[in-house]
């Protein structure tokens, strides 16, 4: 493994991995240091493209409309009809039933 300007050295995850593993090196942990750092680095990007691909996307009500519909009535006891234009997040619904 070959470090890169983008690594950067955490001295205190060093020292928990070098009391860790007492017959790791210095550079042993700092490799082991390095490989963590990557790992953490690279599941944060892939939280954050995955975050950014699903954002994207409004979704709907196919399927769901009567179960949410069956809620507003059990919780509000009134009957609802849900809009092509109703919001497809249930949270973001659930506020504006008043207008439904």
Excluded: C, N, Y
Excluded at 5 to 13: H, T
Excluded at 56 to 81: C, K, L, V
Aim: no cysteine.
């Amino acid at each position: 493994m070959t470090a890169t300007s983008e690594d950067v050295r955490d001295d205190a995850l060093v020292d928990a991995i070098a009391q860790a593993l007492p017959s790791a090196s210095d550079d042993e942990a700092a490799a082991i240091a390095v490989a963590i750092g990557a790992h953490v680095r690279d599941s944060e990007r892939a939280a954050a493209a995955a975050a950014a691909s699903s954002g994207s996307e409004e979704p709907d009500w196919d399927g769901r409309e009567w179960t949410f519909a069956g809620r507003i009535e059990a919780t509000q006891h009134r009957t609802i009809r849900i809009r092509d234009d109703a919001p497809g997040d249930e949270w973001t619904a659930a506020g504006r039933t008043d207008r439904m």
